[in-house]
């Protein structure tokens, strides 16, 4: 048993606790904060080399063993997701403190981002579905919280529908839960990838699998995203760029853990839908991408094209795509939080959110420019940026495996991308500034912003320049995600 592995969970439940006392003490939250992130940011990689040099860790709450106790699981396809997820929210954070505005800051923004941060932190290292549906939840209810805190009457209408969503999403976890259960008799997910092994995964089980299929695609955006580009429109940028790179993502995390550990045997059968999700996922997110001239909905349409993507490696379900699906979500986390937080800078300098109303930001803000035409080469997949490795390994997965249509369409879906990001560059960092806004003062960039996007457009570059030391984490990753025995050995301790 490894105790060190609740940390990352527990620092921000006990940050949050005592940001509550301090609401009204806005440089104090903002200290606290930091001081919290960047510790947790230590902790992660403490984690990640652990499990590196001595494998899986566990920890049993209450020393109560497997499969009847609480069981937190560290591999290291969990480890690595922590340690990202702190890296974000590190650079959601300081992009946060000059640019969510004092009133929000006041009005316990810290407390949910330290909550939201504990819930998704907890779905990557619970061992068994209820907790997940748990974390699951925390991290939902501080998200409706951030995305209404500043009661604008658009956010309280997208915020309406994004609640619905997830009620919806969230019973039917319940209920697929409750049948799962009914059905096996655990929910220890080393113990169910045996029990369901034992009994075959066919009739009332494959219906199970669908089930919970249904809710975590809809809580990923995977083809169910009707929801996603408005709700990610309505609140701040901070709080998009966090919504951005963490809660879809989490949901992906749900969709490759559960069928590449314990709905993994047909593979002709639910991986297949995966496999069409993913495809309509990708068409429809580029139509959207290429089609709008509203900055804020062109990116959620291209987090619609990698929750595509992504799932296109895991319909695959062979040892490459799976490398190249772990190593792909760590660059879209990191990528997606430098765009949507560039993109809020952006907005700010120009005063709209219309390519068309916008120019001439070269002028004005040229490392900006220069970061976000990088962001964009990035999630393209240009080398020898962070896209792409994986998205080669995914590429190349699928042609091994025969999946040459959905191949041919995860590249033409790299083409929306870049076809929509160079659409916001030329339109916005390009040309003369149009009308009356000639006359406008310069937007000042906090220094606080530059922190943030600055390190993550390091990030980005390390992860790509530096792939083939990244690429011996990530296939250990892979490793356990190909072969389940692996994690119910370290978990069930056979």
Request: charged share 10%; aromatic share 12%; with cysteine.
């Amino acid at each position: 048993m490894n105790n060190v592995i609740v940390l990352p969970l527990l620092i921000p439940l006990v940050t949050a606790v005592i940001l509550i006392f301090c609401s009204k003490y806005v440089c104090a939250q903002r200290l606290i904060s930091a001081i919290s992130v960047v510790m947790n940011v230590l902790v992660a990689l403490f984690i990640v080399n652990q499990v590196n040099h001595e494998g899986i860790q566990t920890l049993h709450m209450g020393g109560w063993l497997p499969p009847y106790g609480i069981v937190f699981v560290a591999d290291m396809l969990a480890a690595l997701l922590v340690l990202t997820t702190l890296i974000v929210a590190a650079g959601c954070l300081f992009y946060a403190f000059r640019s969510i505005g004092e009133e929000r800051e006041k009005h316990y923004f810290y407390p949910f981002f330290q909550f939201l941060l504990a819930g998704v932190i907890g779905s990557f290292l619970t061992g068994d579905l209820f907790n997940l549906f748990v974390c699951f939840e925390v991290m939902l209810i501080a998200s409706y919280a951030l995305i209404v805190l500043g009661g604008t009457k658009r956010q309280l209408r997208e915020t309406l529908k994004y609640m619905l969503i997830n009620i919806i999403s969230s019973t039917l976890f319940v209920a697929a839960v409750a049948y799962l259960y009914g059905t096996v008799g655990t929910l220890n997910m080393a113990h169910l990838s045996q029990r369901v092994a034992e009994v075959h995964q066919d009739g009332v089980l494959s219906v199970i699998g669908i089930l919970f299929l249904i809710v975590f695609a809809l809580k990923a955006g995977l083809f169910l995203f009707f929801w996603l580009p408005g709700s990610y429109s309505a609140p701040p940028a901070a709080v998009t760029a966090l919504f951005g790179a963490l809660l879809t993502k989490v949901g992906l995390y749900a969709i490759i853990r559960t069928f590449t550990l314990i709905f993994y045997h047909d593979i002709g059968g639910i991986h297949a839908i995966i496999g069409w999700m993913a495809a309509a996922t990708m068409i429809l997110g580029s139509l959207g991408a290429v089609a709008y001239k509203d900055l804020g909905r062109i990116l959620n349409y291209n987090i619609i094209i990698s929750v595509g993507f992504i799932a296109f490696g895991v319909a695959v379900a062979s040892s490459d795509s799976l490398n190249g699906a772990v190593f792909y979500l760590m660059h879209d986390m990191i990528a997606k939080a430098l765009l949507f937080i560039l993109g809020g800078i952006i907005i700010a300098s120009a005063g709209t959110n219309k390519l068309s109303e916008m120019g001439g930001l070269m002028k004005r803000h040229p490392l900006v420019g220069w970061m976000f035409f990088i962001a964009a080469l990035a999630l393209v997949g240009i080398p020898p940026l962070s896209g792409f490795l994986g998205k080669v390994l995914i590429i190349r997965g699928g042609l091994s495996e025969g999946h040459y249509w959905l191949s041919g369409l995860a590249l033409a879906s790299s083409l929306a991308v870049l076809y929509s990001l160079i659409k916001v560059f030329m339109g916005a960092f390009w040309g003369d500034v149009p009308g009356p806004r000639d006359t406008q003062q310069p937007v000042r960039i906090h220094r606080t912003a530059y922190a943030a996007v600055i390190g993550l457009s390091v990030m980005v570059i390390v992860l790509g320049v530096g792939s083939e030391w990244i690429y011996s984490y990530t296939s250990q990753a892979g490793a356990v995600l190909s072969d389940p025995s692996l994690y119910i050995n370290a978990v069930l301790k056979e």
